[in-house]
């Protein structure tokens, strides 16, 4: 009964062991530069470590006593290192990025420093784990003899299973409670506890009688240990262990790339991945415990584990396919909210079920097979080791192999299909040279059946590149208006460009990153790359170096060498095949790749930015979308602080973002830690995008100083847009820090960090809810003009309406705000600017007040001016708002009014014309002088514009004392919050 104490302790080191390996990958994408190279890294060197600690185990457990207290001393030293790990990179980190690769300065010698001493941090707590398989199940078998098959069986799987288990729980659970540090502590307070209790069992509770080492069959003899060439087939069976390894990780990596097509390439989704594969080997070890010790032929069992395994696989190529439809009817079934965001993640490990496990339940039964048959034979308990160890370096071959070689060569598919072959392989070569299976029924059909099944595969399992591209995750629809172009799988994304409609869409892992139109119209997608070179050129007065990191389609470096006085633009991307197919979008992006002053440099962002000498005046991240697994390193405080280093005293850092698919939580910590390292900034729309300009120094002037139209050519691609002035990109700007300060603070979030990935953990959530960051609209729209008023921002912008505008959703209703100005000011020019007929119904209704007053009831009169308000206040000068208020007093002036109707005008008028000191007056008298402010919504707007107008003069007692008779305040709404943020302390809210 003790037994079961083992199995639980051993299921909980297998939760550690797992937890390691994620973490290690989240640690080490940091310095690789991207989640791909890292999860390559971690998996080969873990198993790497595992094979060495195995095979050094394996070496030395015959001459060994007390192989469970060794195991337990091995766990407290996993543990302790855990402990020291966090602290250890940390130094690492700086030390590599200030001095290293600073002295070191070849991107080739780079690319070797980083991969080799990413793996020496990991290698030696690899190989600590690899020793502890060994030790555990020889030292169990050793204190409860008998049966070993089972034991061994039941072992691998409890541990495995717990390997299982930790993958989702640090994934899921502990790295949004605690961060990095907080998890891989926690997986070294596991190991310590574990060691301490098998120490604890191993003195205080007897088990059987305990023995040197294993007792071998009778009807075999065993040599020193050591020498196992007597055993039959020991070096065949050692190379099947190791190739069967090898199979599987092709199979692994293959996986991974093709379902990040269906499920998406976020964190999330490698671990449901990772999870859901090493949960088919658990439960492939599960199956067979109770038939292990009864199995009489070994090999013939092998034989049919093989050829299962590689059949299985072969057929996840051929119906991956239907896993994109599967996707598609559960985008279609779930609703985008919480409840819907856990069903997804429940239907994607689904899907990873369907795809993995029948080859790797097969898997999972392997390795207890060969090791129970190396038992069979007398070969001893060093077998456990040196088996466990080739099997471990097998997988690395197949990490290797599938990484650099295989899928960059042949594509996912036939990598896949490539495992499927090797495995299938195994099984014959078993059947067909083993003694045990010489007479073995199989090889009258298995052969036949095997290469039917082969044969099929190869013909019918094409994988369409549509279906890769359709990126069915975030829409839930597949479309067959796409027209592939090119599709290629690169070492870190599959990378596809297709047409659709007019427009060349470019996208990796089936998300789109770049869309540009191609037949002479102009998309949304170019409007923010376009506007990410421009903006940085009219803040900026002279010639400058910039530095982008994120290609996308090229089209902002494009438009950023116009500027003839910028000397060099260096271009930052880490997958090669993102360039190649760039290229191929043709005119609208050529000075990317032509241009002698462009040079493209396929590495890591913070590697190159830390190797190179250079210092920028303009550095533009536009990566892809932090959703996407180590993107949101490149939104990190962290990230922000390094880029601070290599920006010249008084240059800018220009940084994307996006509204869609998004929460104001993300955008929150994203500027929480960018305001670390960038205190002064300001923020433009540009339709569903936000572009930051950020300066590490408040005496860096952001207004812009140079005007970009002078430069012809770049003056033709911006008129296409519907930009003719300065002024039309001065309507883009949304807010600065001192508002967006305010609005962040409301919000509970952390800053965005490497070792606390708030925006990784969740982006992927809200990409899923596909909400929209819509209370920046409700900022920005409503009629109180809270930022213009807090930021003192009343000046005149002097955009004009025309044929001709910028397709941009923020600049609709600024236009509108315009146009209506224009059709009550200057009703002249108004009518050269559109026909006469299009004329607003504000306008309409007004010209009726003017000609009827009699007709018109006041309650009719003020619906009529809060209408006109909500349209205009938030978007005109304080002129402009002066001169409207004006046009509608006198074509107003027949309406009969009382005194209370007259203190509603003098009210209007003083927000128009932002008198403060009047708006906080007539809006203290207009509200209740007692009892409860109801939430409705002119007591709203009358409490939104006494807070704010306390705030610009200072005096917020009383306001806050009136808010905390609001009968809403427990859920005010963003704009009450941000308007009473000043006086939240004084309202004790």
């Excluded at 729980?169 to 409670?177: H, K, R």
């Excluded at 339940?361 to 038992?375: E, S, T």
């Excluded at 910590?669 to 590490?696: C, N, Q, T």
Aim: charged residues 15%; aromatic residues 12%.
């Amino acid at each position: 009964m003790h037994s079961y104490l083992f199995f639980a302790l051993f299921f909980c080191t297998g939760i550690a062991g797992l937890i390691y390996e994620t973490i290690w990958t989240h640690y080490l994408k940091l310095f690789l530069g991207h989640a791909a190279y890292a999860q390559t890294l971690v998996l080969a060197i873990y198993m790497g470590g595992l094979a060495a600690g195995a095979w050094i185990a394996g070496s030395r457990i015959e001459r060994q006593k007390d192989l469970l207290r060794r195991y337990a001393y091995l766990e407290i030293i996993l543990g302790i290192a855990a402990l020291l790990f966090h602290d250890v990179f940390r130094l690492y980190q700086t030390i590599s990025y200030d001095t290293v690769l600073p002295l070191i300065g070849n991107p080739s010698l780079v690319f070797l420093y980083k991969w080799i001493s990413a793996a020496g941090l990991i290698v030696p707590q690899s190989m600590l784990l690899g020793a502890t398989f060994p030790y555990m199940a020889a030292g169990f078998i050793r204190r409860y003899p008998g049966t070993s098959g089972y034991k061994i069986a039941i072992l691998y799987f409890v541990n495995t299973f717990g390997a299982s288990a930790g993958v989702v729980l640090s994934g899921f659970f502990l790295i949004g409670a605690f961060g990095l540090h907080g998890t891989i502590i926690t997986a070294g307070i596991i190991d310590i506890s574990a060691g301490f209790a098998v120490l604890a069992i191993c003195r205080y509770i007897p088990g059987s009688k305990p023995s040197s080492s294993l007792p071998t069959p009778s009807n075999h003899t065993t040599g020193p240990a050591g020498h196992y060439s007597s055993t039959p087939r020991y070096l065949s069976l050692m190379i099947i262990a190791g190739a069967t390894a090898t199979s599987s990780f092709m199979y692994e990596i293959g996986w991974i790339r093709m379902l990040s097509l269906v499920l998406g390439s976020s964190t999330h989704s490698f671990e449901l991945m990772l999870s859901t594969f090493i949960l088919g080997i658990a439960l492939g070890s599960f199956f067979i415990r109770k038939k292990i010790d009864s199995v009489q032929n070994i090999p013939q069992a092998l034989v049919i584990s093989q050829t299962v395994m590689g059949s299985g696989a072969l057929l996840s190529v051929f119906t991956y396919a239907k896993m994109f439809h599967l996707m598609e009817f559960f985008m279609s079934a779930l609703k985008g909210n919480d409840a819907g965001y856990f069903f997804f993640n429940l239907a994607a490990d689904f899907i990873c079920m369907l795809v993995m496990l029948p080859s790797t339940i097969c898997a999972g039964m392997i390795l207890p097979l060969i090791i129970h048959y190396f038992y069979r034979q007398g070969s001893g308990e060093s077998a456990v080791g040196r088996i466990y160890s080739v099997n471990t370096l097998g997988g690395i071959a197949g990490i290797i192999l599938s990484v650099w070689l295989l899928m960059p060569v042949i594509g996912v598919r036939l990598l896949i299909t490539a495992g499927g072959l090797i495995d299938i392989g195994i099984g014959l070569y078993i059947l067909y040279t083993f003694r045990e299976t010489s007479e073995s029924v199989l090889q009258r059909f298995l052969p036949a059946i095997c290469a039917v099944l082969a044969a099929f595969s190869l013909s019918m399992g094409r994988i369409d590149p549509s279906l890769a591209a359709s990126g069915v995750f975030r829409n839930g629809t597949i479309s067959d208006a796409i027209r592939i172009v090119s599709h290629k799988d690169g070492r870190t994304a599959t990378v596809s460009l297709y047409r659709n409609g007019n427009n060349l869409v470019l996208c990796t892992n089936g998300k789109p990153d770049a869309a540009v139109n191609v037949r002479g119209g102009i998309c949304g997608d170019e409007y923010t790359m376009a506007l990410c070179g421009v903006l940085p050129l009219a803040i900026r007065e002279d010639g400058s170096r910039a530095a982008i990191i994120g290609m996308g389609s090229g089209m902002t470096a494009h438009y950023l060498l116009y500027d003839t006085t910028l000397r060099a633009v260096d271009i930052i991307e880490i997958e090669p095949e993102m360039a190649r197919a760039a290229v191929r979008i043709g005119d609208k992006v050529e000075q990317a790749f032509n241009a002698p002053r462009a040079a493209l440099h396929i590495d890591d962002a913070k590697s190159f930015l830390s190797a190179s000498a250079h210092t920028y005046d303009i550095i533009i991240s536009e990566p892809s979308n932090p959703w996407v697994s180590g993107v949101a390193g490149l939104f990190s405080r962290e990230f922000f602080g390094r880029v601070r280093t290599h920006l010249s005293n008084d240059g800018i850092l220009v940084q994307w973002f996006h509204r869609y698919e998004s929460d104001v939580t993300i955008i929150a910590s994203i500027i929480k830690a960018l305001r670390e390292h960038f205190p002064h900034y300001r923020m433009y729309m540009a339709g569903s995008d936000m572009i930051v300009i950020a300066a590490a120094d408040s005496s860096v002037n952001l207004a812009f100083k140079r005007d970009p139209f002078v430069i012809a050519p770049l003056a033709g691609q911006l008129g296409a847009m519907g930009f003719t002035k300065l002024d039309d990109l001065h309507s883009l700007r949304f807010a600065s820090e001192k508002f967006l300060n305010a609005l962040v603070d409301l919000y509970q979030t952390p800053p965005n960090s490497d070792f606390f990935p708030y925006v990784d953990l969740n982006a992927v959530k809200y990409r899923f809810i596909d909400d929209n960051i819509r209370l920046l609209d409700t900022l920005s729209r409503y009629i109180i003009p809270i930022r213009k008023i807090l930021e003192s921002d009343t000046g005149y912008i002097a955009f004009s309406p025309r044929n001709t505008v910028p397709e941009l959703s923020n600049l609709a209703p600024f236009i509108e705000a315009k146009q209506i100005y224009l059709d009550l000011v200057a009703p002249r020019t108004s009518q050269a600017t559109r026909d006469s007929t299009d004329i607003s119904s504000e306008i309409l209704l007004l010209d009726y007040i003017e000609l009827a007053p009699d007709r018109v009831s006041f309650a009719m009169y003020f619906s009529f001016i809060i209408e006109i308000l909500e349209k205009t206040l938030p978007y005109l000068s304080r002129s402009e708002m002066s001169n409207l208020w004006n046009s509608i007093a006198q074509k107003t002036a027949g309406v009969s009014l009382t005194e209370d109707d007259l203190m509603w005008m003098r009210y209007f008028k003083a927000l128009c014309e932002y008198d403060m000191p009047r708006v906080q007056e007539l809006s203290r008298k207009l509200l209740p002088e007692t009892g409860p402010v109801e939430d409705e919504y002119v007591h709203r707007m009358l409490l939104t514009s006494l807070l704010a107008s306390s705030t610009m003069l200072n005096d917020t007692i009383t306001a806050a004392n009136i808010y905390c008779r609001y009968v809403g305040r427990n859920d005010p709404g963003i704009v009450l919050r941000m308007a009473k943020w000043p006086t939240k302390r004084v309202a004790g809210d």
